[in-house]
């Protein structure tokens, strides 16, 4: 009876030292949303993108062509509503400034046509945007570009050649967040342009 008793104490000991806790499951529910790698061919990545126009937020017209004195352009989707892009606008604003120096542009886009303009200056001053923003309410950009959602994110090299495409990183998505990220796939990705390396991943999907 006492060999009996051990045993069943045993078995209770290790199924509750093998049984998930709620940390674990919290974990693998992350993982499932976090940015996954995608078939970078399939996604565009390697293709030149042609000289698109657009037209900013204060009326002045441009093109892709004009930031050719740039090692890298990021284009970066995003807009006043989406809870994603609300929590990832100060974090492009804060990498902005990281690259400003070192040859990376940031272009901003907005794909929302009922936005207000007027919401969106007083968003793009509170996050500290500095490169130019187009509220893109007829997809000139999206739909050459092949835009998925906002929060998406495009690096182009010097050349307008797509070297990468996907999220900023993976501490926030649709309905959850972490205190802090575990992979910088944008910083990885400009790094790597700047390199002249091809980012890994050069594709993911992005939340928005």
């Avoid at 007027?118 to 570009?145: N, S």
């Avoid at 309905?175 to 390396?197: K, M, T």
């Amino acid at each position: 009876m006492r060999r009996l008793l051990m045993f069943v104490l045993l078995v209770g000991v290790s199924c509750w030292a093998l049984a998930p806790s709620s940390a674990d499951e919290d974990a693998a529910a992350d993982l499932a949303q976090a940015p996954a790698p995608e078939n970078a061919e399939q996604m565009g990545v390697g293709r030149r993108v042609g000289d698109l126009a657009f037209v900013d937020l204060d009326g002045k017209a441009g093109t892709l062509s004009s930031y050719a004195d740039q090692k890298a352009l990021v284009i970066a989707y995003t807009n006043t509503d989406c809870p994603v892009c609300r929590k990832y606008g100060p974090r492009l604003a804060e990498l902005e400034s990281r690259f400003l120096g070192r040859g990376v542009a940031f272009l901003f886009v907005n794909p929302s046509p009922e936005e207000d303009p007027a919401r969106i200056r007083e968003q793009v001053k509170a996050w500290g945007f500095q490169g130019r923003y187009v509220h893109d309410k007829q997809a000139a950009l999206g739909t050459p570009l092949g835009t998925r959602t906002t929060g998406e994110i495009f690096i182009l090299d010097a050349a307008r050649t797509l070297r990468y495409r996907g999220a900023v990183d993976d501490q926030h998505g649709v309905g959850w967040s972490r205190d802090a990220p575990r992979v910088h796939l944008l910083v990885d990705a400009i790094e790597a342009v700047l390199a002249g390396r091809r980012p890994d991943p050069a594709a993911t999907s992005a939340p928005g």
